[in-house]
């Protein structure tokens, strides 16, 4: 469809974009960047399935009004499907990078998460059917080998292997949920699958969630941190997150995957003062690089 003019005189619109897309996709990166600084101020003195439960009630409460806007494509029969979804797609993930998060810096998490896109194609290809070519195939070994340089390091004296395979598989479980998602709820609302997914979720890990809750008074600050990452890094995020997909296209939102790390190292030196070690840092060069090699893959 032609638009007499364009060129000569940009809609305000447009013009607006031109800045506003590169401004959302930064704060979005350092939203998703601080959910990792949350995870580590909060899993200690909630434990793993706690605050998980926050995040995904929380999370999915600020969603609802997109799903009970399109209830009426969602019908019984789809739940299960959206309940296995929720599992994989969030539930577990989420479960591992707090489990993650109470042993490791909270850039070990955030670095790894950078996976979730090389992943992604690994199960498109193995499980789907999907072409993967030889450029994506070379950067998920140099990936993979990015994750074996960031689990060989070590924080505080300590080694931080254990987090990193926790935080490599979290992302596994994000790039198989992902291609779910595409697969069987691809014509559905995006803002109301993922709030009946992170409420499926909830249900799924609230038994857990009430068997291992603290029975110690919990401090205001990991109060807050559970708070945020409820409702700021997952329910507003994924507003955003779906706001700029509609506005720039999916490829184009998933370059916010290349900020999150660095946020999320930054959040945690300046806030946490936790050291970035030369581990963190070649390996964050290695996984981010590869997926930037990936993604020239068209």
Not at 50 to 56: D, F, N, Q
Not at 177 to 195: F, K, Q, W, Y
Not at 217 to 238: E, H, K, R
């Amino acid at each position: 469809m032609s638009c007499p003019n364009v060129a000569a005189a940009p809609p305000r619109s447009l013009e607006s974009a031109r800045w506003l897309n590169p401004l959302e996709l930064g704060v979005l990166g350092a939203i998703w960047g601080a959910s990792f600084l949350f995870m580590r101020v909060a899993a200690d003195d909630f434990g793993p399935a706690p605050l998980v439960e926050m995040r995904l009630a929380l999370g999915s409460l600020v969603l609802l009004p997109f799903l009970w806007r399109a209830r009426s494509q969602f019908p019984l029969r789809l739940w299960p499907k959206l309940a296995l979804i929720g599992a994989i797609n969030s539930a577990l993930p989420f479960l591992l990078f707090a489990w993650a998060a109470q042993r490791a810096p909270a850039g070990i998490g955030a670095i790894a998460n950078a996976m979730t896109v090389l992943f992604t194609a690994l199960v498109g290809f193995l499980f789907f059917g999907e072409r993967i070519g030889t450029r994506r195939a070379l950067a998920l070994v140099v990936g993979f080998v990015g994750v074996v340089v960031l689990a060989s390091g070590k924080a505080a004296g300590m080694s931080i292997g254990a987090a990193t395979a926790a935080g490599a598989l979290a992302s596994l479980l994000y790039g198989l949920g992902i291609n779910l998602v595409r697969r069987h709820l691809g014509g559905l609302p995006p803002a109301a699958v993922a709030s009946a997914t992170l409420g499926s979720a909830a249900l799924l890990t609230l038994p857990v969630a009430i068997a291992t809750w603290p029975v110690h008074p919990l401090p205001a600050a990991a109060w807050l941190s559970a708070a945020m990452l409820g409702v700021l890094c997952t329910g507003i995020a994924f507003v955003m997150y779906y706001r700029l997909i509609a506005r720039i296209g999916a490829s184009r939102a998933s370059t916010v995957t290349y900020l999150v790390p660095l946020f999320g190292v930054a959040w945690a030196w300046w806030l946490l003062d936790e050291p970035l070690t030369w581990t963190m840092a070649l390996a964050g060069m290695l996984i981010l690089g590869s997926v930037a090699f990936s993604q020239r893959a068209r």
